[in-house]
């Protein structure tokens, strides 16, 4: 290894433990923390909403269903940066604004939408027989769902969980304009302090900007298999 090798190497280790032992830790962990309450908060919502409203337009026939199905999924078409002002002053009238409440509700209007369209063709690639022999057999129509369709849908729900989580944590413009403060601030927003008027610290958002990737890509490693069977689910007919 050659003198600037070694020298860039310990240019490196300095970088990371400026972020995770020396003073920007504190700063960095609470944006961390504020990261994972928000991606992980806005997926148990969202899999739970798009898990039982999914199955509800997948199964029941109901007046103006399709036509619902269809306003619900073509808000997907409308930007972020269309509602962004009415959002802002709902936000400041009901007092959400820099909460971890207010980012969760616009992070499940946003996604939620996608996932319901996605479970819903999970479900329907599950054969109705399955469910109709666990009533026959005594299970209500909530248990058949718990029992039988969940478990048979299980790589659709976590390529949707995983989803919402990788969409979450990658978000900048939302809290950038609602999280504005330290309580709140996740770390996509946090890289951008490294940029100043006059200079911009390269080492340390290097550093945070691969500290910030490791969960997601950790996450997507685990759960590699569930993945390519949620993508491939319904492919073929039961």
Partial sequence: MTVEHYASLLGAVSHYKGMVVQSLWPVFRLAAWNSIVAAVVTTVVV?????????????FNFPGKNLLFGVVVATMALPAYAVMIPLYRIMISTHLLDTHV??????????APLALWLMRGYYSAVPVSLEEAAMIDGCSRFEALVRIVLPSAIPGVVAVALLTFLSVWSQFLIPLVFAPTNSTRPLTVLLTEFVTKYSINYGL??????????PPILLVLFLNRYIVSGLTAGAVKG
């Fill in 47 to 59: 899999v739970v909403l798009s898990a039982m409203a999914g199955y509800a337009f997948a199964r």
């Fill in 102 to 111: 207010g980012l969760v509700l616009i992070y499940t209007s946003a996604f």
């Fill in 205 to 214: 958002m290097t550093a945070a900007g691969i500290l910030t990737m490791l």
